[in-house]
């Protein structure tokens, strides 16, 4: 299950830096969708969330 976590938080940190998300829920969905059930679960983290959002909001913003 370690691999897996850290594959899931992964493609969790790329879809926030894709610029497409709009915060850790859309990632969240976006996961289930690839086959990641366990998403909700492991995204359960009021930290982890934050950074998601954070890098989403970043993410979005025009350099």
Excluded at 2 to 7: C, H, P, Q, R
Excluded at 14 to 37: H, K, P
Excluded at 43 to 58: E, F, G, K, T, Y
């Amino acid at each position: 299950m370690k691999g897996a976590k850290l594959e899931l938080y992964e493609a969790a940190v790329r879809l926030a830096q894709s610029g497409e998300m709009e915060n850790w829920r859309s990632i969240q969905q976006s996961l289930v969708g690839q086959g990641f059930t366990y998403a909700p679960d492991l995204l359960d983290d009021d930290r982890i969330r934050a950074v998601l959002d954070i890098c989403c909001d970043q993410s979005r913003r025009p350099h």
